[in-house]
């Protein structure tokens, strides 16, 4: 029977999809299995569509309900949960074809398709004069469609807040195969539920995004960068609970020694390799602001200890260290395998939650790197392991859970902008609640309810 209904769904794929749309070689599906999480469950797929447009993406979700066919959608395959790795048997909606952009200087407001990189987005952007803000590290590989789907942050998130806040409108395919637009060019618009608020960070298991209006903002200024290293993680983290009690800096980054040291191996930027942790924290006031914002940064670190505090406002030497702090996950990721968490905890608790992050690595014996968008309270804990070693494996996949319980116990989240993918999955009921979890899964079920859009994703079984 399940031969039958996988030849009648390629069939009708294939008869209604675009020449080269549907992707049935083995070599192909491989390449679709799984995003960057590395998902070791990740399944195989009976077919990927790459879709073009909204049509495409409806035909597939059509042909895809009638049969109950799961369906899982996928931007560049950047995440980092699981939240795009293949289902058995499922279709993958692949959406890196839909790559415009068209960008209204008029109104501030971009019309992108969901394959478009943040970095086009920005390029785009930028050639009215206009900045998109929302900046995750993986900007040059990372899609818009992936970054609603998560509700992405980045570096800027501290001052200038994360994805959702600059999504105006969506269109939408819904498991049943229509096509809705919610919100638009409007930056008020209160009629009817926020159901465009909704769909953003719902990791494609309520509809598929096929476009979204963006607002733009006026180009960034020229900012002013700081960098502080210190000889204890404690001194580091008191001065960023002062410098945001004080201020909003366009950016406040943390990095601990492994990170650091990671880095200087990619790098070799001379940075400070016995430091116990570094700051790089940004102004983009006006300059005369901005050099009194910077002058205090300044004076704080000094109160909590930093041994070295340098501030440029040259843009290529800016961008140098701002760099060195994007590639801090591709740096550690030398060092061996990754599980990458995502935990975030109200700003007083973050001394507590790196604390107890060493002291976890310490008793599992693995090594954890942590980076953090310190200014929010956002860490980005990477747990470093070989995969050959089931031993190490095994006492790797503990510390996961464990770093996720703390961050529970502190009265934090388990992501703050990766999103619960698969991988992360078991631990939503824990932090969710028996009540709020039914609510969301009153929702799923009245938007998708036999359950195709990305099956196991966020919510596991249902």
Request: aromatic share 4%; with cysteine.
């Amino acid at each position: 029977m399940t031969d039958d209904r996988d030849a009648r769904v390629l069939s009708a794929l294939t008869a209604e999809l675009p020449e080269g749309a549907v992707l049935t070689a083995p070599d192909s599906l491989q390449a679709y299995r799984r995003d960057r999480a590395e998902d070791p469950d990740a399944g195989t797929p009976l077919a990927v569509v790459r879709a073009t447009c909204t049509e495409d993406v409806q035909a597939a979700v059509r042909i895809a309900a009638r049969d109950g066919v799961g369906i899982v959608p996928r931007g560049a395959g950047s995440g980092l949960s699981g939240g795009s790795s293949a289902v058995d048997g499922a279709i993958v909606v692949s959406l890196e074809r839909m790559r415009q952009i068209t960008v209204d200087a008029a109104l501030q407001m971009a019309v992108v398709q969901p394959g478009a990189f943040n970095a086009e987005v920005k390029a785009a952007a930028s050639e009215h004069g206009l900045w998109y803000p929302p900046d995750p590290s993986s900007q040059e590989f990372c899609s818009i469609g992936g970054n609603i789907a998560t509700n992405a942050g980045g570096l800027c998130c501290v001052k200038y807040g994360v994805t959702t806040d600059y999504v105006l409108g969506l269109t939408v395919v819904l498991a049943d195969g229509r096509a809705v637009k919610l919100g638009g060019p409007r930056l008020k618009d209160v009629a009817g539920l926020s159901l465009t608020k909704l769909f953003v960070g719902s990791e494609g298991t309520l509809g598929i995004v096929t476009e979204a209006t963006l607002r733009l903002v006026p180009a960034q200024r020229t900012p002013t960068t700081l960098v502080a290293v210190f000889p204890t993680v404690a001194g580091a983290i008191d001065a960023v609970v002062d410098i945001r009690a004080a201020m909003r800096p366009s950016m406040l980054e943390f990095m601990d020694q492994i990170t650091i040291n990671a880095v200087e191996d990619m790098m070799r930027m001379e940075l400070d390799r016995s430091a116990a942790a570094m700051l790089i924290v940004q102004s983009d006031e006006p300059a005369e602001v901005a050099g009194a914002q910077i002058e205090a940064i300044e004076q704080t670190c000094g109160l909590h200890g930093a041994t070295e505090v340098y501030a440029t406002s040259d843009p290529d030497e800016s961008e140098a260290l701002i760099e060195a702090r994007r590639q801090a996950i591709p740096a550690v990721e030398k060092r061996g395998a990754l599980l990458l968490e995502d935990v975030g905890v109200p700003l007083p608790r973050l001394g507590a939650l790196i604390d107890g992050m060493r002291a976890i690595a310490e008793a599992r014996g693995v090594e954890i790197a942590v980076v953090a968008h310190a200014g929010d309270g956002n860490t980005h804990p990477l747990i470093v392991l070989d995969p050959t070693d089931a031993e190490q494996r095994a006492q790797a996949d503990l510390a996961f859970g464990e770093v996720m319980a703390l961050a529970i116990e502190l009265g934090g989240t388990i992501t703050g902008e990766h999103g619960v993918g698969r991988l992360k999955q078991p631990w939503l009921a824990d932090y969710l609640g028996d009540d709020v979890l039914e609510l969301n899964l009153r929702i799923k079920k009245a938007l998708d309810p036999q359950n195709i859009l990305n099956p196991g994703a966020i919510f596991g079984p249902v």
